[in-house]
Each structure stands twice: as C-alpha cells, then as structure tokens.
C-alpha cells in the first residue's frame, strides 16, 4: 500500500503502531462524538444504523473494520 501512496520506505510495525494506536483511531465514535472517545451516543447512533438496516451490530459497531465488512455486505 506505501508504494502504491508513493511513500518512501516501508512501514514497519513501529510504524503501524505509531499510526493506528496512537494517533488515527479505527472508532467513528473518536471522531463522530462529542466527547471525542470511544463509545457514547456515537457509537449508540452506529448501532441503531446497524439495525435499520436489518443487521446485528457487533460489540464495536463503530469500527472501521466492522463499517467496511457492513458496507461490503449491503452492496451484495
């Protein structure tokens, strides 16, 4: 993925880290709440789509793994 970006180097699991754990958080409710942190009416409101749409949410409705798994599943 770097290389087709066009970043210089390769990542390394520092790198992943730094990134992902520590500065770009893989939670809508981070960045969709008020309270900027996990969890909150945030992640209550990403539930409640998961239901309207005719789907369980899992645990963390708000993660990105779990938006992009349910995006896949609404386009089949």
Do not use: C, I
């Not at 066009?6 to 390394?12: E, I, N």
């Not at 981070?30 to 309270?35: A, D, F, K, M, R």
């Not at 990403?46 to 990105?64: I, K, S, T």
């Amino acid at each position: 993925m770097a290389e087709a970006l066009g970043l210089a180097g390769t990542p390394d699991g520092a790198d992943f880290a730094e990134t992902f754990l520590f500065r770009l958080y893989p939670y809508a409710s981070v960045y969709l709440g008020p309270e900027g942190m996990l969890g909150g009416e945030a992640r209550a409101r990403v539930a409640g789509f998961w239901r309207a749409v005719g789907r369980v949410p899992p645990n963390e409705p708000d993660h990105l793994g779990a938006l992009v798994g349910l995006y896949a599943s609404l386009l089949e």
